[in-house]
């Protein structure tokens, strides 16, 4: 990366306009650099990057370049046994195409890549370690570079040091004098050769550690591998499709280790890792655990044992952040979906998955006894009993129940909707759980703003669930039928020109991503396709060129929803409330620590809080007046901070912008 920085340039000697002399210098360079690049047809494009923020994505694109490269598909990967060789940089062109000639003979390639300027081109044969032909050509391969960086005056160690992948072949590297003090030193702190026998250095006669090799008694970069000839992996008979990721083992075994999920400043993956800071609690750590599982290192028992569920798959709040976060793609909430399913096959579900599993009933139930339903969980003793019986988290408030629904709202409204003949488009409204018996101000909000639009809206009260809370909870069964049954009820109108609207972002996503594991047909797809959050959809619909908008003045503190990150799908809200007139900042930030039923969880509430709590002081540091989220989860978490009442839903800020308009909810 090239980068101009003028507080680095000095004018002196350069006359008056010294540094623009050489920032035009520079630029000229540049151009020069592009054109012969591209002209030699081996760049086509060259990226300068002058800003804090352009150089920070290009750093950011160098440090996803080796996960990415992990994520090629199938079992030859790029590994780095050889990779940060260096030779003096005059002579780095000449080595690079003998190493290409070792790569033929091999017969295989390698992926290239970071800062040849300094002699150092990381350099990685695609090799499949799985194999025993891989594993031989792996040591034959830095049998022949060795020598070729010999030939070339370099190192082999250019970056990251020495190993048990170089280290048998380190007498040679360094030669007899320096080999020796190496043993000496080693002998002189560790007398006994007990600590990291083999690893760095190894001793020239009978009891060394390590196999024979070619080159003397000593460690062998054969041996201690990851994957080798005896690795086996179980494929699971799964309920999920894994298709698409090359199936359940190749999904798992994606993960290289990183670490990108223990990353805590930025983006989504993984919540509880920054609470915790503990290990297992990585997308990496859940990964190994499974890997483990199904390659026979762990027992398969372990697997379904409830420390398994409750330690490692348990702490996983589905926030699908690892989806889009981790370079390689491992997606732990799918894996977790399927594997509390497989559980649940063996060993049944406890009462609170089935109460969370199937909370559209009874949130039905609530509501047709509301407000005594309401009222009971105010009781004396109740909360302790829900905390006995189920699990709930007794410091958590309750959802409360409305005796009118959002749909009956729907239905029982005076004035006439946008007829469907002069309307913009046609739109399914769907009502779900927690809008249509709990809160449905952001559902009415939903109408008024798609009506003000133009848009003739219908909200159906013969829709099932949409299969979220069941999918979460590892209930793919009753998911697949939810999920089925709001396929076959909505294709056809997809059909004839539908959308399919959403106010809960999870539901929304559910349809866009998780039906298509559970339904492989082109009803799904379409239906799919067809499906936006509310804010999504009104910014695919700028619907602001019909409106007349005059927003506050005051700064909207934005919250995204995890599931919407994940599918690149959350800038829609920032977008449009900022085409409404108002002042937007927006949070990088993760989950909420709700998601679900997790924080309704008595054993999980104070991780919850603490995932929380990062989220309460992005907050508090933002510029904004009034905290927006569009997830009804990360409303709940933030309306119950003492002294705060629950945030708006992104659309009820939009309809306020909205010019004579008035709700009454």
Same mark, same amino acid.
């Given at each position: 990366?090239?980068?101009?920085?003028? &507080?680095?340039?000095?004018? %002196?000697?350069?006359? @008056?306009?010294?540094?623009?002399?050489?920032?035009?210098?520079?630029?000229?360079?540049?151009?020069?650099?592009?054109?012969?690049?591209?002209?030699?047809?081996?760049?086509?494009?060259?990226?300068?990057?002058?800003?804090?923020?352009? !150089?920070?994505?290009?750093?950011?694109?160098?440090?996803?370049?080796?996960?990415?490269?992990?994520?090629?598909?199938?079992?030859?990967?790029?590994?780095?046994?050889?990779?940060?060789?260096?030779?003096?940089?005059?002579?780095?062109?000449?080595?690079?195409?003998?190493?290409?000639?070792?790569?033929?003979?091999?017969?295989?390639?390698?992926?290239?890549?970071?800062?040849?300027?300094?002699?150092?081109?990381?350099?990685?044969?695609?090799?499949?370690?799985?194999?025993?032909?891989?594993?031989?050509?792996?040591?034959?391969?830095?049998?022949?570079?060795?020598?070729?960086?010999?030939?070339?005056?370099?190192?082999? *160690?250019?970056?990251?040091?020495?190993?048990?992948?170089? %280290?048998?072949?380190?007498?040679?590297?360094?030669?007899? #004098?320096?080999?020796?003090?190496?043993?000496?030193?080693?002998?002189?702190?560790?007398? &006994?050769?007990?600590?990291?026998?083999?690893? $760095?250095?190894?001793?020239?006669?009978?009891?060394?550690?390590?196999?024979?090799?070619?080159?003397?008694?000593?460690?062998?970069?054969?041996?201690?591998?990851?994957?080798?000839? *005896?690795?086996?992996?179980?494929?699971?008979?799964?309920?999920?499709?894994?298709?698409?990721?090359?199936?359940?083992?190749?999904?798992?075994?994606?993960?290289?280790?990183?670490?990108?999920?223990? !990353?805590?400043?930025?983006?989504?993956?993984?919540?509880?890792?920054?609470?915790?800071?503990?290990?297992?609690?990585?997308?990496?750590?859940?990964?190994?655990?499974?890997?483990?599982?199904?390659?026979?290192?762990?027992?398969?028992?372990?697997?379904?044992?409830?420390?398994?569920? @409750?330690?490692?798959?348990?702490?996983?709040?589905?926030?699908?952040?690892?989806?889009?976060?981790?370079? %390689?793609?491992?997606?732990?909430?799918?894996?977790?979906?399927?594997?509390?399913?497989?559980?649940?096959?063996?060993?049944?579900?406890?009462?609170?998955?089935?109460?969370?599993?199937?909370?559209?009933?009874?949130?039905?139930?609530?509501?047709?006894?509301?407000?005594?339903?309401?009222?009971?969980?105010?009781?004396?003793?109740?909360?302790?009993?829900?905390?006995?019986?189920?699990?709930?988290?007794?410091?958590?408030?309750?959802?409360?129940?409305?005796?009118?629904?959002?749909?009956?709202?729907?239905?029982?409204?005076?004035?006439?909707?946008?007829?469907?003949?002069?309307?913009?488009?046609?739109?399914?409204?769907?009502?779900?759980?927690? %809008?249509?018996?709990?809160?449905?101000?952001?559902?009415?909000?939903?109408?008024?703003?798609?009506?003000?639009?133009?848009?003739? $809206?219908?909200?159906?009260?013969?829709?099932?669930?949409?299969?979220?809370?069941?999918?979460?909870?590892?209930?793919?069964?009753?998911?697949?039928? #939810?999920?089925?049954?709001?396929?076959?009820?909505?294709?056809?109108?997809?059909?004839?020109?539908?959308?399919?609207?959403?106010?809960?972002?999870?539901?929304?996503?559910?349809? !866009?991503?998780?039906?298509?594991?559970?339904?492989?047909?082109?009803?799904?797809?379409?239906?799919?396709?067809?499906?936006?959050?509310?804010?999504?959809?009104?910014?695919?619909?700028?619907?602001?060129?019909?409106?007349?908008?005059?927003?506050?003045?005051?700064?909207?503190?934005?919250?995204?929803?995890?599931? #919407?990150?994940?599918?690149?799908?959350?800038?829609?809200?920032?977008?449009?409330?900022?085409?409404?007139?108002?002042?937007?900042?927006?949070?990088?930030?993760?989950?909420?620590?709700?998601?679900?039923?997790?924080?309704? @969880?008595?054993?999980?509430?104070?991780?919850? #809080?603490?995932?929380?709590?990062?989220?309460?002081?992005?907050?508090?540091?933002?510029?904004?007046?009034?905290?927006?989220?569009?997830?009804?989860?990360?409303?709940? !978490?933030?309306?119950?901070?003492?002294?705060?009442?629950?945030?708006?839903?992104?659309?009820?800020?939009?309809?306020?912008?909205?010019?004579?308009?008035?709700?009454?909810?």
């Amino acid at each position: 990366m090239l980068e101009w920085d003028d &507080e680095l340039v000095s004018p %002196t000697g350069a006359g @008056e306009n010294g540094a623009d002399d050489q920032r035009a210098a520079f630029e000229s360079a540049v151009e020069d650099m592009t054109r012969r690049l591209v002209d030699a047809g081996d760049a086509f494009e060259v990226i300068e990057a002058y800003t804090d923020e352009s !150089q920070e994505r290009l750093w950011k694109l160098r440090k996803a370049a080796i996960p990415l490269l992990m994520s090629l598909e199938g079992d030859p990967k790029p590994y780095p046994f050889i990779e940060d060789a260096s030779v003096p940089p005059e002579e780095l062109a000449e080595y690079v195409g003998k190493f290409q000639d070792v790569l033929a003979a091999h017969d295989t390639t390698a992926a290239y890549f970071a800062h040849a300027g300094s002699g150092t081109l990381h350099i990685r044969p695609i090799l499949d370690l799985k194999d025993r032909d891989g594993v031989e050509a792996l040591h034959s391969i830095t049998d022949d570079v060795t020598d070729l960086v010999i030939e070339h005056d370099g190192a082999f *160690s250019g970056e990251h040091g020495d190993g048990k992948a170089r %280290t048998e072949f380190s007498p040679e590297m360094y030669g007899e #004098q320096l080999w020796e003090a190496f043993k000496e030193l080693k002998t002189a702190f560790d007398p &006994e050769w007990l600590m990291h026998p083999g690893n $760095v250095v190894y001793r020239d006669g009978p009891g060394d550690p390590g196999p024979d090799s070619e080159r003397g008694v000593g460690a062998d970069n054969r041996e201690h591998l990851r994957y080798g000839p *005896s690795y086996q992996s179980l494929e699971p008979q799964t309920a999920l499709d894994f298709d698409d990721e090359g199936g359940f083992s190749h999904l798992v075994e994606l993960c290289n280790g990183c670490g990108t999920c223990r !990353q805590t400043d930025s983006e989504v993956m993984c919540p509880t890792y920054r609470a915790s800071k503990a290990e297992i609690q990585t997308t990496r750590g859940r990964a190994n655990m499974l890997r483990a599982a199904i390659s026979g290192e762990l027992p398969e028992e372990k697997l379904y044992s409830d420390r398994f569920q @409750e330690e490692v798959l348990d702490l996983c709040v589905g926030c699908k952040g690892c989806k889009s976060d981790c370079p %390689t793609g491992v997606d732990m909430a799918k894996l977790k979906a399927e594997m509390k399913h497989q559980y649940h096959q063996k060993k049944g579900a406890s009462r609170r998955a089935k109460l969370f599993g199937n909370i559209d009933r009874y949130a039905a139930l609530g509501s047709r006894f509301a407000p005594l339903s309401n009222w009971m969980t105010d009781l004396p003793g109740a909360r302790t009993v829900l905390e006995k019986l189920f699990g709930i988290a007794p410091e958590r408030e309750l959802p409360t129940f409305r005796k009118q629904t959002f749909v009956e709202w729907f239905e029982e409204r005076e004035h006439m909707a946008v007829p469907e003949p002069q309307s913009e488009a046609k739109v399914i409204l769907f009502p779900d759980t927690f %809008t249509n018996y709990s809160d449905p101000g952001p559902g009415k909000a939903a109408v008024e703003a798609l009506e003000a639009a133009g848009m003739h $809206v219908r909200v159906p009260g013969d829709l099932e669930p949409s299969g979220r809370a069941a999918y979460s909870l590892g209930f793919l069964d009753l998911a697949r039928e #939810q999920a089925r049954a709001n396929v076959d009820a909505l294709a056809g109108l997809v059909e004839e020109g539908w959308s399919v609207v959403f106010v809960e972002p999870s539901d929304a996503v559910m349809f !866009q991503d998780e039906y298509l594991d559970l339904l492989d047909d082109d009803d799904a797809r379409a239906v799919a396709r067809a499906s936006y959050g509310v804010m999504e959809f009104l910014d695919a619909a700028r619907v602001e060129k019909n409106l007349s908008l005059s927003a506050s003045d005051e700064v909207l503190t934005y919250h995204g929803h995890c599931n #919407q990150k994940a599918t690149n799908r959350d800038h829609h809200a920032v977008a449009v409330l900022r085409r409404a007139g108002y002042e937007v900042d927006p949070l990088d930030s993760g989950c909420c620590g709700m998601a679900g039923s997790f924080g309704y @969880e008595a054993e999980h509430y104070d991780l919850s #809080q603490a995932i929380g709590s990062i989220l309460f002081g992005q907050v508090e540091e933002s510029r904004g007046d009034v905290v927006t989220a569009p997830g009804v989860s990360c409303r709940t !978490q933030l309306g119950d901070r003492p002294g705060e009442a629950k945030p708006p839903h992104p659309v009820e800020k939009f309809v306020e912008a909205l010019d004579g308009v008035s709700l009454g909810h």
